[in-house]
């Protein structure tokens, strides 16, 4: 997003969709897609590649 406008073509649905199937993953992401996220220096690379498959996953279930 860059702008008003092209925020509000945002598919809010589809992202609650997602959020709910991170978090069903044990991923909590901030509750809008207009909100950032961040890591921490406590996410290793453990923790980055189960976050990379429950995206994976997430995307797959929410594709259908």
Do not use: N
Not at 12 to 24: E, N, P
Request: glycine share 4%; net charge negative.
């Amino acid at each position: 997003m860059t702008d008003y406008d092209s925020a509000k073509k945002s598919d809010t649905a589809r992202f609650a969709r997602f959020f709910w199937a991170m978090m069903d993953r044990g991923v909590y992401l901030p509750c809008s897609q207009f909100e950032a996220a961040f890591d921490s220096v406590l996410h290793g690379e453990k923790e980055i590649k189960e976050t990379i498959e429950a995206a994976t996953e997430a995307l797959a279930e929410i594709a259908h």
